[in-house]
T-cell receptor
Framework: GAVVSQHPSWVICKSGTSVKIECRSL??????MFWYRQFPKQSLMLMAT?????????EQGVEKDKFLINHASLTLSTLTVTSAHPEDSSFYIC?????????????FGEGSRLTVL | DQQVKQNSPSLSVQEGRISILNCDYT??????FLWYKKYPAEGPTFLIS?????DKNEDGRFTVFLNKSAKHLSLHIVPSQPGDSAVYFC?????????????FGEGTQLTVNP
């Protein structure tokens, strides 16, 4: 099946710093990618929809200035957590849909665990 | 407003028996439903899906049933194997509202005991 890769898989940073997470579709082009956040023992919460070549669409309650999303190419989307604080510590997952794939079938990255000290 | 709900946070079954995971939804615009399996510290893996025009879809040991009138779907795993132990997420989408955007349930931790 299609492969989506995230990097880094684990990052620890100091409070106030910014962290960038990359999401790549390795063997297909993705005009749309999605960023999710998962708290322990909770559901995956959609944060934003990343559209290649245009601005991301953020879900209600997600600060767009806090979570910067860039989708500069058909195979790469990045999520930058700016001025990270301990409450931003979470598991961030991206997903992408292969063009022509069945409705709703998304391929997920391995996830990136962010710990803010 | 939790539009997709998995009311059982955990389920424990014996190896070889059937595992039944349940999911309820409230949004009548959802027309495509999926089940994902997730191991700790990994991204979800697609398992099986069903369109609202069907009431059953089977793939090997996995069968998904959809009851549209009750807004309920279930995932049956038979026979269950220890390797099936994971968190299972139910997800829904609808072209009218979200295209490929998925709304996830809270997940059910399945433990299959040898």
């Amino acid at each position: 099946g299609a492969v989506v890769s995230q990097h880094p898989s684990w990052v620890i940073c100091k409070s106030g710093t910014s962290v960038k997470i990359e999401c790549r579709s390795l063997d297909f082009q993705a005009t749309t990618m999605f960023w999710y956040r998962q708290f322990p023992k909770q559901s995956l919460m959609l944060m934003a929809t990343s559209n290649e070549g245009s601005k991301a669409t953020y879900e209600q309650g997600v600060e767009k200035d806090k979570f910067l999303i860039n989708h500069a190419s058909l195979t790469l989307s990045t999520l930058t957590v700016t001025s990270a604080h301990p409450e931003d510590s979470s598991f961030y997952i991206c997903s992408a849909r292969s063009e022509g794939a069945d409705t709703g079938e998304l391929f997920f990255g391995e996830g990136s665990r962010l710990t803010v000290l | 407003d939790q539009q997709v709900k998995q009311n059982s946070p955990s389920l424990s079954v014996q190896e070889g028996r059937i595992s039944i995971l349940n999911c309820d939804y409230t949004n009548s615009m959802f027309d495509y439903f999926l089940w994902y399996k997730k191991y700790p510290a990994e991204g979800p893996t697609f398992l099986i899906s069903i369109s609202s025009i069907k009431d059953k879809n089977e793939d090997g040991r996995f069968t998904v049933f959809l009851n549209k009138s009750a807004k309920h779907l279930s995932l049956h795993i038979v026979p269950s194997q220890p390797g099936d132990s994971a968190v299972y997420f139910c997800a829904a989408s609808g072209w009218e509202t979200s295209g490929s955007r998925l709304t996830f349930g809270e997940g059910t931790q399945l433990t299959v005991n040898p």
